[in-house]
């Protein structure tokens, strides 16, 4: 079945480091991909999305790109600030579970 | 309007009580979706109403019980519940159905205690 791993948290940066926070999954066909971030006490909110290979999605600046060769699709900023502090949840959609599959999250703290 | 109102945010309940969560939205979507959220996990599907039918059941225990009375309202009864029931109950719709892979709208949920 479909399924989405992502790295475990939580990471602790401090203001201005560069992120990353890394995806893979497992799917048959070809999935459209999805990061969404939930800010503490809030639903969440789609952050970025791709829908085919090469494909790079951004947002707020935040970016990752849909690697077909990897199965990756690895959250990316260059520089954080502390109101990025939240969960990250990659996911992924195909045609047939006609669901989102969540990865497990990961919580991100920024310090100043 | 681009929000999934949600409410009550907070509700106790015993495990003989009867209660219901409600959800709106005002932007024309046509599919609604809750979600049950523990903490420190990802959100897991429980029900889909596309265009006002129920299309999706994650076997769902028959003590959650949802309703759809038109396009923009989402109810969630619920009755007998379990200590282990308690979670945070997420909202959400998109545009059209769920078979498409759209961006999912979230209300900011309901937590639920269950003593």
């Known amino acids: 079945g479909d399924s989405v791993t992502q790295m475990e948290g939580p990471v602790t940066l401090s203001e201005e480091a560069f992120l990353t926070i890394n995806c893979t999954y497992t799917?048959?066909?070809?999935?459209?991909l999805f990061w969404y971030v939930q800010y503490p006490g809030e639903g969440l909110q789609l952050l970025l999305k791709?829908?085919?290979?090469?494909d790079k999605g951004s947002n707020k600046g935040f970016e990752a790109t849909y690697r077909k060769e990897t199965t990756s699709f690895h959250l990316e900023k260059g520089s954080v600030q502390v109101s990025d502090s939240a969960v990250y949840f990659c996911?992924?959609?195909?045609?047939?579970?006609?669901?989102?599959?969540f990865g497990t999250g990961t919580q991100l703290k920024v310090e100043l | 309007d681009t929000e999934v109102t949600q409410t009550p945010k907070h509700l106790v309940m015993g495990m003989t009580n009867k209660k219901s969560l409600k959800c709106e939205q005002h932007m024309g979507h046509r599919a609604m979706y809750w979600y049950k959220q523990k903490a420190k996990k990802p959100p897991e599907l429980m029900f889909v109403y596309s265009y006002e039918k129920l299309s999706i059941n994650e076997s769902v225990p028959s003590r959650f019980s949802p309703e759809c009375p038109n396009s923009s309202l989402l109810n969630l009864h619920l009755h007998a519940l379990q200590p282990e029931d308690s979670a945070l109950y997420l909202c959400a719709s998109s545009q059209r159905g769920p078979d498409l892979g759209e961006k999912l709208f979230f209300g900011s949920g309901t937590q639920l205690s269950v003593l």
């Open positions: 791709a829908t085919k290979a090469d």
């Open positions: 996911a992924l959609f195909t045609g047939g579970g006609n669901k989102l599959t």
């Open positions: 799917a048959t066909g070809y999935p459209s």
